[in-house]
């Protein structure tokens, strides 16, 4: 397994959990998707955003391996893996998974 590591933004780490890599952004919580979104087009905005925040792509960013930066609503940029945008639940402490299955619309990304 350690030999196929998934390339990711430096903003995102990634860890193996029960036998399998899991995202994480920085402070170790995971990232997830939203299943309303389209390709490489968030649609969790204003209320929605405040509770699943977008993992947020500095100016500079470039495409490195399957995640890429997209531009969002307000012109600022979010990372996206697999063309889905990606996000952080508030909910989250670090090291927890509490989000995966969400109203069945938010889903644990795993490469």
């Known amino acids: 397994m350690a030999n196929d590591v998934p390339l990711t ?4 780490s990634v860890f193996i959990e029960g036998g399998r ?17 389209g390709r490489d087009q968030s649609k ?5 955003a405040v509770t699943w925040q977008p ?19 307000d012109r600022s940029r979010q990372w996206a893996y697999k063309g ?8 989250d402490q670090p ?8 109203d069945g619309l938010w ?3 795993h490469p």
């Open 84 to 91: 889905k945008p990606v996000y952080s639940y508030v909910r």
């Open 21 to 37: 890599y899991v995202f994480r952004i920085d402070d170790a919580r995971p990232i997830y998707s939203y299943d309303k979104d």
């Open 107 to 109: 889903h644990v990304v």
């Open 55 to 73: 993992v947020m792509a500095p100016s500079t960013a470039t495409t490195v391996g399957d995640w890429k930066a997209i531009e969002r609503a």
């Open 95 to 102: 090291g927890q998974i509490t989000g995966d299955g969400v």
């Open 9 to 12: 933004p430096v903003e995102i």
């Open 44 to 48: 969790c905005d204003t209320a929605c």
